[in-house]
């Protein structure tokens, strides 16, 4: 199922390609497109036993703009005169990169370093590393492994077409300027129930699975918001997957900001329950990722208010790291409701009544969050 979808996004994907350009020191904006592959995204093919290494000979480059999202990317297309593997790693440092190595070529004396205007990339450099070919790509910002995509394409003799490493980066997509009027009505809230389907999340002494509770609580949510008047995203409405089952947990995730991304929320919640090897271990904590100026505002809203209408402990509005709340554009939080893991709270979680008390506190604390937000503009 999933290599299927991921084949025909790749097939989508190429199909949408326009044009390639030179690279800047070679001749201009004449090249010929490049041709649809006939393989499959992320394929490698093995390296022959032969005596001569291959060389990478030519570097070409092309701005693409992706018709159905706006979403600009740039590739990188390396002639090399013999088949090789290649793989990415994006490294952090005081300058984020993007390392390729291309294994066992040599680069020509040709190749030149490429300087960009760092929309999408800064700088691109090749050295020899032992028997491989390293290529350094300099970043604006830090990427993750959704960013960028390394594969190579086999040569083809009739269209005159040596072996090629293809290296895409997707261009860093500023944040808007967020301002927001008080209340809830007519805002659009993403709602995003923690797991689901081949991931049941976190499960209680008896059994009561995180997956359930984040959909209770959700629904309830949903229901709760659109009498009061706002829109309402659910990344999922069932106990299900919502990229697919057997996903990654970046495929999972990245499922889940994109709904609220491309459908332009207001702000996203991601709904989740905690667990701890120590089952006396209890409360409710809610997470941030400060990307706009509104994210630990909009944390600290449904943090008082939850503890207000659940009163677990207070364990506080944390930064934290995690994808969904990253990676989606608007202000986002997480909050973990109660511990399943504590036997108390996961009696608590199955009530209807307990519930529909969190839920309210939800509710409560976004209202609470525009209402401040409001105060800012
Ligand atoms: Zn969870």
Known sequence: MRKIALLFLFVLFMVSWTGVYAAPDTAPAAKPA????????????????SSR?????????????????????LRLVMDVSGPVEASGVVIAGPTP?????????????TIKNLTFDGKVIEKVSFAASGQDTKVIVDLPSMADDLDYRVFTLPSDPQAKRP???IVDINEPVPLPDYSFTPGLKN?????DPGHGGSDPGAI????????????????RVQALLEKAGAK???TREEDCDVFGPKATAAEELNARSTAANSRKADVFLSIHINAFTDRSVGGTSTYYYQKTKYDLMLAQALQTSLVEAGKLQDRRANPANFYVIK?????????????????DEEKLLRLPDFQQKMSLGIVRGLERFFDQAAKLN
């Open 34 to 49: 490049i041709s649809l592959p006939k393989v499959s995204a992320g394929k490698t093919v093995e390296a022959r036993g």
């Open 204 to 219: 209680g002494p008896s059994n009561y699975m995180e997956k359930t509770a984040t959909l209770a609580v959700a629904k």
């Open 163 to 165: 072996f090629r490493v």
């Open 232 to 234: 309402v995203i659910m």
């Open 97 to 109: 990169q993007l390392s390729v190595i291309i294994k066992g070529t040599t680069p020509a004396k």
């Open 327 to 343: 990676r989606t554009r608007m202000p986002a939080a997480l909050i973990e409701l109660a511990f399943i893991s504590n036997p």
């Open 53 to 73: 290494q291959p060389v990478l000979s030519q570097v070409r480059w092309a701005n693409h703009t992706e018709a159905l999202t706006g979403s600009a990317m």
């Open 187 to 191: 805002k659009v809230i993403a709602l």
